[in-house]
């Protein structure tokens, strides 16, 4: 039986892809769980920084498998004790990797698949790719950081229309309307992404954490807050070997080369 999650390894990034293609990617309790543990491997080897995830065949995600996920035999599951096991610490660990994240989108990302794209750092998508909210379809809530995501990327009324009539948004649209970064042919999309990745990779990875960290924490913050936090952040990034790197490279009217280390 093929591997649920595939892992290739680039010089300084690594691409994981969903491969469940004959399900259009649909998450079950083993793909979860692999994919978990493929980004804990990224973390934990040094040479990473940065990945890049997508998805095998015609689509990227769709979602939760509800075939594993749905209720048996007519009987209500605790759809909240599944969320606390999984899903939550698959939207908390994509938030919070030490390295920035790229998602590339070929076709539809639907439910928890378009969440845990919205979820990464920086989204392409192919031309003919559509986000779906499909929660309400089936009488659920938006989950795997849907409620986080959409609101600080679209607005509240967007967000609110967007989750509620669960209606595909094609990714000219989702560029549009600032859902995700660029799209791209379809053709195109692999080739685009990597060469992303290549970049993220050889840039500050501390610097990029960083910003991601203060960037999420702004829309819950007062102004003083905020400054406090770019404070913080910014004495932390002033202490790694990269800022005194580019501070060289400037001075030396020459390209930086960040080895993404911490202080």
Not at 50 to 75: E, I
Not at 165 to 171: K, N, R, T
Not at 195 to 217: M, N, W
Not at 241 to 256: Q, S, T
Request: hydrophobic share 45%; aromatic share 4%; glycine share 8%.
């Amino acid at each position: 039986m093929e591997e649920s999650i595939l892992v290739a390894r680039r010089a300084g990034y690594r691409i994981v892809t969903l491969n469940r293609p004959e399900r259009m990617n649909a998450l079950d309790r083993t793909t979860l769980e692999g994919l978990t543990a493929a980004l804990d491997a990224a973390e934990a080897d040094p040479e990473c920084r940065a990945l890049l995830l997508t998805g095998n065949g015609r689509g990227f995600c769709a979602g939760a498998d509800l075939s594993a996920t749905g209720p048996a035999n007519g009987l209500a599951r605790d759809l909240g004790a599944s969320i606390e096991a999984s899903w939550n610490p698959l939207a908390r660990k994509l938030s919070t990797l030490r390295m920035p994240s790229v998602c590339a989108v070929n076709g539809v990302a639907a439910g928890a698949g378009a969440n845990v794209a919205l979820g990464c750092d920086i989204v392409l998508a192919a031309r003919s790719a559509r986000f779906i909210q499909a929660f309400a379809r089936i009488g659920l809530v938006p989950d795997c950081g849907g409620t986080f995501h959409l609101p600080r990327l679209v607005g509240e009324a967007r967000a609110r229309a967007l989750a509620m009539l669960a209606e595909p948004v094609a990714a000219e649209h989702a560029e549009a309307m600032g859902m995700i970064w660029r799209v791209v042919d379809d053709e195109l999309l692999m080739e685009e992404a990597e060469k992303l990745a290549a970049h993220l990779a050889t840039q500050p990875t501390q610097a990029l954490v960083l910003t991601r960290r203060a960037l999420r924490a702004s829309a819950g913050n007062d102004f003083d807050t905020q400054l406090d936090l770019e404070r913080d952040t910014q004495r932390e990034a002033g202490y790694t070997p990269d800022f005194a790197e580019g501070v060289r490279a400037f001075l030396e009217k020459r390209p930086p080369v960040f080895t993404g280390h911490p202080a």
